[in-house]
C-alpha cells in the first residue's frame, strides 16, 4: 500500500476525437471504445487497466489554455 493518491479516472478533453482515439490506443495500447448514446460522442477507456479508467470527450478550443488539459478524480 501507499500513501500517493490513486488515479481511478481520467477525463480528457481533445478537440479531434478520432485522432486522439487513434493516438490513445497507439500509444497505451488502450482498447476504445466510442459511445454516442448522449449529447455528445465520448470514447470510453476499455479492457483490463488495473481499476484505473476514463474517457475522451470533445471540448475547445480552450480559451485561456496553451496546452494540454487533463481531469483526474481519486477515491476518498
Keep these: 500500500m501507499t500513501d500517493m493518491p490513486t488515479v481511478v479516472w ?3 478533453p481533445v478537440t479531434d476525437l478520432d485522432a486522439a482515439t487513434a493516438f490513445y490506443s497507439d500509444v497505451f495500447g488502450w482498447k476504445m471504445l466510442r459511445n454516442e448514446d448522449g449529447p455528445n ?3 470510453n477507456f476499455t ?3 488495473s ?3 476514463g474517457h475522451l470527450y470533445p471540448a475547445g478550443p480552450f480559451p485561456v489554455c ?3 488539459q487533463w481531469q483526474f478524480h481519486r477515491p476518498v
Design 10 to 12: 481520467t477525463e480528457i
Design 41 to 43: 460522442p465520448i470514447v
Design 47 to 49: 479492457g483490463d487497466m
Design 51 to 53: 481499476g484505473v479508467s
Design 66 to 68: 496553451d496546452g494540454p
